[in-house]
């Protein structure tokens, strides 16, 4: 089982539509998470950091982290063009040396 | 801040040859990545440097892969020799303190073996 899975999509959502994108993640002892945007031939960048329970609101984008479901979301109100890309998953346990990225769902907004 | 910093963006050479790429991080952070990103396997950590020392290693593929961190502003990723099974993106990255904490990716090198 993958440390952090993620739906490869693609998902498509038509401009203004809110757009919804799931990571579930296997370690309970999980302690931090990320939202990453990439877009293509780019590097990715910060979204979203979560640490507790429940959501966090940045703008339009919204990170809900349920740990004892053991999955976090991202959130994206009224979806833009400009929001179309990858969005990478990363999840960091205490202690550890590592952060799980997961592959990644593309998001394509419609206009 | 001018962020992380790489080079070279693009590299193409030949199987057999030594690559090395080059990372600065952002100033004041104390840990630095290397990651690679395929298709195929996605974003994976090669190694992890806090305060200059290598931490994790356990993402080097083989030992035609080898990294330093002379000082904290600049870091080298050497392959050698190079086998086209390593062509990929690498990325650097930084954060202020442990991998709990934001990584700040640099723009990456495109890595082409032949």
């Known amino acids: 089982q993958k440390e952090v899975e993620q739906n490869s999509g693609p998902l498509s959502v038509p401009e203004g539509a809110i757009a919804s994108l799931n990571c579930t993640y296997s370690?309970?002892?999980?302690?931090?998470f990320f939202w990453y945007r990439q877009y293509s031939g780019k590097s990715p960048e910060l979204i979203m950091s979560i640490y507790s329970n429940g959501d966090k609101e940045d703008g339009r984008f919204t990170a809900q982290l349920n740990k004892a479901s053991q999955y976090v979301s991202l959130l994206i109100r009224d979806s833009q063009p400009s929001d179309s890309a990858t969005y990478l998953c990363?999840?960091?346990?205490?202690?550890?040396?590592?952060?799980?990225f997961g592959t990644g769902t593309r998001l394509t907004v419609i206009p | 801040d001018a962020g992380v910093i790489q080079s070279p963006r693009h590299e193409v050479t030949e199987m057999g040859q030594e690559v090395t790429l080059r990372c600065k991080p952002i100033?004041?952070?104390?840990?630095l990545f290397w990651y690679r990103q395929t298709m195929m396997r996605g974003l994976e950590l090669l190694i992890y440097f806090n305060n200059n020392v290598p931490i994790d290693d356990s993402g080097m593929p083989e030992d035609r892969f080898s990294a330093k961190m002379p000082n904290a502003s600049f870091s080298t990723l050497k392959i050698q020799p190079s086998e086209p099974r390593d062509s990929a993106v690498y990325f650097c990255?930084?954060?202020?303190?442990?991998?709990?904490?934001?990584?700040?990716f640099g723009p990456g090198t495109r890595l082409l073996v032949l």
């Open positions: 370690d309970r002892g999980s302690q931090s």
């Open positions: 990255a930084s954060s202020l303190g442990t991998v709990q904490e934001t990584q700040y």
């Open positions: 100033s004041g952070h104390n840990s």
């Open positions: 990363a999840v960091g346990l205490s202690g550890a040396n590592n952060l799980f």
